[in-house]
């Protein structure tokens, strides 16, 4: 089985990842971080030298080298459901399953402000109001991408546990 999370950046898809992986006794991926060394470099010089055309294309390579693996865990960029036909590859055989790690805007511009400097698209935004509208416009576009999922999981206020607990009694 793969288990794909998906979700906004900032949702805690690479930290529930780690911890359901690790449960389940299965492997886990980092799909940025497997991104970052295929192309030995990281997310955001790949974005500054190639243009995000370019890394999402290596980000749908990188989602069909995925199909070939079992018992893992795939932590998905936020971007990843919604470009090319990303969200097809995600949907294309049974032992597949997508959790959508769903946050509130509050909770995301939070989480986010705080480490926007790692992260490309929102590098640029240097207060939280405009981060919030940022992420209010790339919801209202991502949301239905991320409502295609198989489970949907709201993260606000819950611990890793919490959120880990619900994934299992969904899946099992």
């Not at 950046?9 to 449960?23: D, F, P, Q, V």
């Not at 010089?45 to 989602?63: H, M, N, P, V």
Request: aromatic share 10%.
């Amino acid at each position: 089985m793969i288990l794909f999370l998906v979700g906004y950046m900032g949702s805690g898809k690479s930290l529930i990842g780690k911890s359901l992986a690790n449960i389940l006794d299965f492997d886990f991926i980092d799909l940025d971080h497997y991104i970052e060394t295929k192309e030995n470099a990281s997310i955001k010089s790949i974005f500054e030298s190639k243009g995000e055309i370019y890394f999402r294309k290596i980000e749908s390579q990188s989602l069909l080298d995925m199909l070939s693996l079992k018992n893992t865990v795939v932590s998905l960029g936020g971007g990843t459901p919604c470009y090319g036909n990303n969200l097809e590859i995600m949907t294309s055989s049974k032992n597949i399953k997508t959790i959508y790690l769903k946050a509130t805007i509050t909770t995301l511009s939070k989480r986010l402000f705080l480490e926007k400097s790692k992260r490309p698209l929102i590098s640029h935004i240097d207060d939280i109001e405009e981060l919030y509208e940022f992420i209010g416009k790339h919801l209202f576009e991502r949301a239905p991408y991320y409502e295609k999922s198989n489970y949907k999981i709201s993260t606000d206020d819950k611990s890793v546990n919490q959120i880990i607990e619900k994934i299992l009694l969904g899946l099992f």
